[in-house]
Every structure is written in structure tokens, then in C-alpha cells.
């Protein structure tokens, strides 16, 4: 069992080095400079925090912290705003490549890797995919590995498999709400705004500390359990407490505010970011009245004789 928390915990880490070391391979290739090699000195904290967590902790995470989690985003994001600023400045130079939108799309470039030396096709594959499906790509594999890699971490003391479970499914949420936030954002971004680049990247990248928290699900069957009258409001619901915070303040709140000024200060206007846009209102308008209920409740058991 021990020797497999081990695994579990050295295949994790080295499938985040990994998918970071395609994000700097991408960032010198698009750049064409081998100094944005450098970027792989970000990796050096993920591999200390690996033989510390190995040798002291034996691979298993932390009850309300994963710092695997946050030294990989740490060591990723960089990566992501660099290729994000790239093709927005570009997007008129682009030069000819191939989308990935269509199975036979898929088929030709496959074919033409299979009847050219093999690392010499697979580079030019790699090269010949357009930089927003290369961006795109970079976003959904670092948010399943997220969710994977949490799954695959072992287990922190305190954390029980149920309380494990809520915390993935909440990922899986929270990873599909964040990339439709990037893919459909900066899309509506002009060439006469590319400074509101910095506010969306700012503000995913700020969603992005979710995911090394558990504040939202730990801890649940202890606050259940207590029933004393001199327990204190945030003791008592301090798991739905920081649930609202979290969608208040890190998710549903900061993308709410980016979608009004693309609506308002630049113009854009079209169905789907309305949509969003008054899905992130109705989440923050039900988060504060799922508080205001946490209140009341609270206030109505400490006055029962």
C-alpha cells in the first residue's frame, strides 16, 4: 500500500513537469529564442516539494493545501501567458496552419506523419497546428490533469474517500466553467483592447488557487457533528461559508464583472455572453442568499432555549 501511495505520487508530479515542459517547448518554438529556457527553472520547486512530501510524509497531501497542485500552476501558467499575449498580437500574422476541428483534419495529419521519418514528422505535426488550438489544448490538459492528478495524489490526513470525491466533482464544475471563461473571452477580445488580455489572464489566473484548496468540502462530518450552543457562526458552517467566498470572490464574481465591462465599456454584445453573463449574476445573487439562510438558521438555533 505504501509503496503504491509512492507511485501514485512520483507518476503525479512527473506528469505535471511533464505537461509544463511541452508548454516551455511550445513558448521557444512560437518565440524562437532558447532563452524561455530558463522557464524550466520553475519546475525546480515541484521536484523539492516531491522529496520532502516523499521522505516526510511518505506522498500523501495535505488536508487543506495540496502544494503539488499550486507548484505546477506555478510552474504551467507562465507558460500559458506567454503563448496567450503571443497570438493575440499576432493573430494577423499567423502563418498557414492546420485546425484541429475536424476528424478529417485529424486523418491527413496522421497520414503525412506516418509517411515521413517519424520525429521529423511528429515535430513538423506539432509546428503545423494552429496556435489557438495549441493554446486551447494546453488549457484542457492542464485542467483534466487537475482533476486526474488530484484523484491520483494520496490521500491527506483528515480528508476521508466521500469528502475526496465532492472535491473532484467540484473541480470538474469549476475546470468547465474556467474554460469556457478563457475560450469565449478572448474571443470577443479586438485588436484596439489587447490590454484586456491582462484582465481576463489576471482573472483566470486568479480561479486557478481553487483548485490547491480544500477549503470547500473539508471537515464536513466534524461541523455536522457539533451541536454546542457557544460554537461560532463560522466554525459551525464553515464549509458552505467558504464555498460562497470561493464563488464570490475567486470564480463567479470576478467573471461576472470581466463579462459586464465586455459589454459595457467595449461593446461587444452577442447571445452566448449574455448568457454567461446572467449565469454568473443568478450564481452570485443565490450565493448570497444561501449566506443571508446560513444566518438566519444560525441565529434562530442560538436563541433556542
Same mark, same amino acid.
Request: positive net charge; glycine residues 4%.
Given at each position: 500500500?505504501i ?19 511541452? $508548454?516551455?517547448?511550445?513558448?521557444i ?15 525546480l ?10 521522505k ?10 495540496s ?9 504551467i ?5 506567454? /503563448? ?5 498580437e499576432n ?8 485546425? /484541429?476541428?475536424?476528424?478529417?483534419? *485529424? ?14 514528422? *511528429? ?8 496556435s489557438?488550438d ?8 492542464l ?9 491520483l495524489?494520496p490521500?491527506? $490526513? ?9 472535491? /473532484? ?22 485588436e484596439?483592447?489587447s ?15 481553487q ?7 473539508v471537515?464536513?462530518?466534524s461541523e ?15 464549509t ?6 470561493e ?7 470576478p ?38 439562510v ?12
Open positions: 500500500m509503496l503504491l501511495k509512492f507511485i501514485c505520487a512520483i507518476i503525479t508530479r512527473s506528469l505535471f513537469i511533464l505537461v509544463s515542459l511541452i $508548454g516551455v517547448w511550445r513558448v518554438w512560437v518565440k524562437q529564442d532558447n532563452l524561455y529556457w530558463l522557464l524550466t527553472l520553475l519546475f520547486p515541484l521536484v523539492v516539494e516531491m522529496i520532502v512530501t516523499l516526510r510524509r511518505r506522498g500523501k497531501d495535505y488536508k487543506w493545501f502544494p503539488a497542485i499550486l507548484l505546477f500552476l506555478i510552474s501558467i507562465p507558460s500559458i501567458w506567454i /503563448l496567450e499575449l503571443h497570438h493575440q493573430k494577423s500574422n499567423d502563418p498557414q496552419c492546420r485546425k /484541429l476541428d475536424s476528424l478529417e483534419n *485529424l486523418k491527413s495529419m496522421m497520414n503525412s506523419t506516418r509517411r515521413n521519418d517519424t520525429f521529423k514528422a *511528429l515535430d513538423e505535426l506539432l509546428s503545423s497546428v494552429c489557438n495549441w493554446i486551447l489544448a494546453l488549457h484542457q490538459i485542467l483534466i490533469l487537475l482533476i486526474v492528478g488530484k484523484w495524489l490521500i491527506g $490526513g483528515g480528508i476521508t474517500k466521500d469528502e475526496l470525491s465532492q472535491l /473532484l466533482l467540484i473541480f470538474v464544475g469549476t475546470a468547465a466553467d474556467i474554460l469556457e471563461f478563457t475560450s469565449e473571452t478572448l474571443l470577443d477580445v479586438k484596439n483592447s490590454h484586456l488580455v491582462y484582465v481576463v489572464l489576471a482573472v483566470w489566473t486568479w480561479s486557478m488557487l483548485f490547491p484548496l480544500h477549503l470547500a468540502v471537515n464536513t462530518r455536522d457533528s457539533c451541536e454546542g450552543q457557544s460554537d461560532s457562526l463560522l466554525k459551525r458552517h464553515s458552505d461559508i467558504w464555498g460562497i467566498m464563488s464570490l470572490f475567486i470564480q463567479d464574481g467573471f461576472l464583472l470581466v463579462r459586464l465591462i465586455v459589454l459595457t465599456y467595449y461593446g461587444v454584445f452577442h447571445q452566448m455572453l449574455v448568457f454567461f453573463a446572467i449565469k454568473n449574476f443568478l450564481v452570485v445573487i443565490l450565493s448570497f442568499y444561501r449566506l443571508f446560513i444566518c438566519q438558521d444560525y441565529r434562530s438555533n442560538a436563541f433556542v432555549p
